[in-house]
Every structure is written in structure tokens, then in C-alpha cells.
């Protein structure tokens, strides 16, 4: 992804809609150039285009929140890949990091097979010869692109992972990783039981927000991949908990 695209998809954050002659005067290319960048994003599920706009929409989109702090998401999961081995099987659960990640793993790896319950990310990579893709039953939740529920947990019995990697939507000092939907939740909880390892993938924001539901506790966790602006109090509490943790550092430095 250029840095246009990255200024693209931070300006629609901001502004959730914007005309296509606006982002090229801001950017200072033409409108040709423009269009063809918001075609490159929209094929790859970023955004949505309308006649002369483009826009971001649906408050629980994945394509919406993978455009929020994009460049930071996309540097934390590209540093997560380095815990992944050729030929290895993996767990994936839906969130824009771990979206982010299935895309890194399907540039930079060889033969790994993803076991996931997003409908998001087995479409996001679904061109790439590099990886193969298992994606568990369940009831559809359409907004977020998720497949959750009973189903989900009986699809994924069969299969056991070294590494299973997640989002979060809060933390909490108490607890631990907290998620806002409940079904989801649920389903990253059952998942987690098939791997022995368990790594959270989020941008230090959300350790400002506490979310709602009782997502991972923080002694349950293995490795936490996020960047620099970690709240200092909350990196010694996971470290006295023997969490592992990883930043990434400002881009360009």
C-alpha cells in the first residue's frame, strides 16, 4: 500500500465521506490518479464508492476500522509474522490487526494454513497461492463479516494450534483484554481453548477504552504485539503477569 493510500484511508476516517475532487486537490494528483487509488482500496474491502465520493460506513465494518490507524495496524502485523514458520497452522480471529496479519502472512510466508472464523479475512486473501484458508461454520453476524455461536465452537473441536491470535476492543487493569460484543466474545473464548499460545494484535488506543465484555485474561495471554504509546503502568502490569510484549516503533523511526 503507497502512502496515498494510507493518507486516503486516514483522511476517511476523519471525515467519513469526501468527493473525489476534494482528496485530489488535498493530495495535489488528479483525479484520474484518485480514482484509480479509492478502485485499489475498494477491491481490497478498505472502502465503499458512490458516484463522485468515497466513504466509510457501518459503525462495526471491518474495512472501516482497518482504515483507522492503518499505518500503525499494518506495522504490528507485520511485525507478528516473525512468530509464524513456513508450513505452520495458525488461528486467526476476525479484527482489523488480524486481518492486517493473514495479509502479511500471505506476502511473506510459504504454505501456512489459517483456521478462522471471519468471513473477512478468507475473502482478503483469498487470491494468494501461499496460504490455504479453513473457515468454521456458525451463525453470520453481516456487519462485522464474523461467524459466531455453537456452531463455531463445534467447528473448531477438530483442530488444535500452537498460536492463536486476536484483537481487542478495551483492557481492563482488573481483568485483563476486553471485547464489545458478546457472541464474539464467546467464540474468541471457545477458540482459545484449541491453542496453547495466545497473542493479542491491537494498537495502544484501545488500552484507553475498557469495552463491556470480558474478553482474555491478562495472565492467560502469551505475547501482546502493539506499539510505543502503551501507557506505562499497563506494560509493567502485563509484564508482571510474564506477558511478552512487543512494540513497534513510530513510522520513520
Do not use: W
Not at 25 to 36: A, C, D, I, P, Y
Not at 47 to 64: F, N, P, Q, S, V
Not at 103 to 124: M, Q
Request: proline share 1%; glycine share 8%; with cysteine.
Amino acid at each position: 500500500m503507497t502512502n496515498r493510500h494510507t493518507k486516503i484511508l486516514e483522511t476517511l476516517t476523519r471525515n467519513q465521506k469526501m468527493e473525489v475532487t476534494t482528496l485530489a486537490e488535498m493530495l495535489e494528483v488528479s483525479q484520474v490518479t484518485v480514482r484509480k487509488d479509492l478502485d485499489q482500496l475498494e477491491e481490497r474491502g478498505l472502502i465503499r464508492r458512490e458516484h463522485g465520493y468515497a466513504c466509510l460506513d457501518g459503525t462495526d465494518d471491518i474495512g472501516k476500522r482497518m482504515a483507522f490507524h492503518y499505518d500503525i495496524k499494518k506495522r504490528i502485523a507485520r511485525a507478528a509474522v516473525s512468530m509464524v514458520e513456513d508450513g505452520e497452522t495458525i488461528m486467526i480471529e476476525s479484527g482489523s490487526c488480524c486481518a492486517l496479519l493473514a495479509e502479511e502472512l500471505a506476502d511473506r510466508k510459504k504454505d501456512v494454513t489459517i483456521v478462522t472464523n471471519s468471513v473477512f479475512i478468507a475473502n482478503h486473501v483469498r487470491f494468494a497461492s501461499t496460504v490455504k484458508v479453513i473457515l468454521l461454520g456458525g451463525y453470520y453476524q453481516g456487519e462485522s463479516q464474523v461467524l459466531v455461536g455453537p456452531m463455531t465452537r463445534k467447528s473448531a473441536e477438530i483442530f488444535f494450534s500452537d498460536k492463536f491470535f486476536i484483537g481487542a476492543d478495551g483492557f481492563m487493569e482488573h481483568f485483563g483484554f476486553t471485547g464489545n460484543n458478546h457472541q464474539r466474545t464467546q467464540t474468541v473464548q471457545d477458540l482459545a481453548e484449541q491453542a496453547r499460545q495466545i497473542i493479542v494484535l491491537t494498537e495502544s488506543e484501545k488500552f484507553l477504552h475498557k469495552g463491556v465484555v470480558g474478553l482474555v485474561r491478562s495472565e492467560s495471554i502469551n505475547t501482546v504485539y502493539t506499539d510505543e504509546g502503551i501507557p506505562l503502568e499497563i506494560e509493567t502490569l502485563l509484564r508482571e503477569k510474564n506477558v511478552n510484549i512487543c512494540k513497534v516503533a513510530e513510522a520513520g523511526e
